[in-house]
């Protein structure tokens, strides 16, 4: 992703970003990105997703890895018990990503 921004010229103004992609039974897709003002241009292996607007839920999830599926679960439950309509793009900043979180506790 490094390479392609930079042989566009263009720079990152923000986060780095995680999204998830379609999920399939208890394993989650993701994919990496970077946020910057606009201009890039697609290729074969790197595409542009814009974040939506709006408020946002996250969870903080402490524990094993593999337990990231079902807090994501958990999250879109009290989202949808809450009733917040979910967006067609999900996505954290990496650090946000990169922090132990708690779904022990069964709640966002």
Known sequence: MDAALAAQAIEKIGSE??????HSGDRI???????ITGGFRASDSVTVKEIPGGRAAHLRLEGPYRHLSHAWWLLMAW???HGQEQASLHWCPTRTAAVRATAKHGRP
């Open 17 to 22: 970003v995680m999204f998830s992609l379609s």
């Open 29 to 35: 897709r993701i994919a990496a990105g970077s946020t």
């Open 79 to 81: 989202a949808a018990e």
